[in-house]
């Protein structure tokens, strides 16, 4: 993916110019494989250009793992409560693929779109922790990763496991299996039964996406294997049938090579986009979660604060000694209740803003998509057509003689 920026300017000032317009790029590049046996992994240069005067300089280069990324992504979405955090790619612990190159190759440019979409995010990135994510030296990377506590603390695959959990169980309150307290909120209920079914549709689109990849990967080394045998047909023929085979095999081999690259076109521009709306549904799913827990807690201590006036009523009407410290604990329960409704109105309203981007961006990329899709099975259909074409009139002229 070509790096994305933050207000870009056509100017030829200086990137430090006050007068040039502000922006961050970031990409992902040359990632390399670290170490060996169970130890191995693969690292990835991170490279920043911006003018923005909270970095440290105009360009800066650091060297991140997937564990970095990891980091960066479970702090945004602790701190940043109503934003959609954007998805990571799922970690392969299959020790043939995960080194293979294509799948390196996969978890870069799904990497390099998740940085790039906090980057551009008018309030993700503005973010201390992708400040230092993108900054930072090795040491002083490894030192955050290992002084986290609470939910960061958590290995990156139970951290996985607490979202799946959350989205099964908003799963269930959607359909009807469990019934705690929730929000009657039409418009949010709609915008609930839409994500799940999105999710449901993407999945069956990437499903069928992954059969396409496979069925070219197929049809190519099918059409390689019967160049070969060709080949082998025409080098027994010593005439003109023998020279027609020895065509026939090599065109074989020549679309072969051309639907192992459409394949892999496919992959990477229809494929993986997709898959990457699936994961960027389950992360608005999350926090759907995070709604339902702060309108729970909001509900929960609004009646706690009714609870503890009526007790306040007696204590008053009783004239207990009690009544001091029961007055401080009502004041300390009205705050968090306050802040409580506060936390969740704010969850609301950021919730509201992006959906509504979620939107836009989701129509470009996924009409970029089925674009690439479609200009690329114009272009296989028309290769394989032309190199069949070519061989007629020596077919024909062998089979009238």
Known sequence: MIAQQISLSGSSQSPRSPSAQPFLSVSVTDPAKMGTGVQAYISYKVITKTN???????EKIVIRRYSDFVWLRDRLFERYRGIFIPPLPEKNTVEKFRFSAE???????????FVNRIASHHELQQSEDLRTFLQADEQTMERARSQETGIFKQKPMDLMQIFKDVQSKVSDVVLGKEKPVEEVNPEYEKLKHYIFELEDHLAEAQKHAYRLVKRHRELGQSLSDFGKAVNLLGACEGNALGKVFSELGAKSEILSIKLQKEAHHLLMNFEEPLKDYVRAV???KATIAERANAFRQQCELAETIKLKEI???????TRSEKLPEAERDYEVLKADSEEATRRFETIVKLMNEEI????EQKTIDIGIAFHEFAKGQARLANGIAEAWRSLLP???????S
Do not use: T, W
């Open 103 to 113: 799948f390196i190759e996969m978890r870069r440019q799904a990497l390099d779109i």
């Open 282 to 284: 389950q992360s608005i």
């Open 394 to 400: 020596k077919l024909d002229a062998c089979s009238s």
């Open 311 to 317: 007790d306040l009523d007696r204590h008053r009407v």
């Open 52 to 58: 923005l005067p909270e970095y440290q300089g105009p």
């Open 356 to 359: 509504v981007r979620f939107q």
